[in-house]
Nanobody
Framework: QVQLVESGGGLVQAGGSLRLSCAAS????????MAWFRQAPGKEREFVAL????????YCADPVKGRFSISRDNAENTVYLQMNSLEPEDTAVYYC?????????????????WGQGTQVTVSS
């Protein structure tokens, strides 16, 4: 059974940094895409970043490019989201997701495994 467990959220001032972690277990993730999404109150779930588990290739959404980066530690089966220069608009619940690699992996409906989410709040 696949499990994704996020940690690292919290309250931070604008301009600050946080690193989120997603501990993945339950299968061999070779050939999988691991991603971070976020959802703010009253808004739809939004793609943030993804990483190809096998190759390490990454892609970040435009709103976070240059500020956020995604990485993984294959030995620890953990995916990270480093968030720098945080803005109040980054406030949301952040979710880790996993799915077998396919096309259009920026869409939430492509992912069949989800974590429980971790709250990130950025104060102005």
């Amino acid at each position: 059974q696949v499990q994704l467990v996020e940690s690292g959220g919290g309250l931070v001032q604008a301009g600050g940094s946080l690193r989120l972690s997603c501990a993945a277990s339950g299968r061999d993730f070779s050939g999988y895409v691991m991603a971070w999404f976020r959802q703010a109150p009253g808004k739809e779930r939004e793609f943030v970043a993804l990483i190809l588990w096998s190759s390490g290739g990454t892609y970040c959404a435009d709103p976070v490019k240059g500020r956020f980066s995604i990485s993984r530690d294959n030995a620890e089966n953990t995916v990270y989201l480093q968030m720098n220069s945080l803005e109040p608009e980054d406030t949301a619940v952040y979710y880790c997701a996993a799915a077998q690699a396919a096309s259009n992996m920026i869409w939430a409906n492509k992912y069949n495994y989800w974590g429980q989410g971790t709250q990130v709040t950025v104060s102005s």
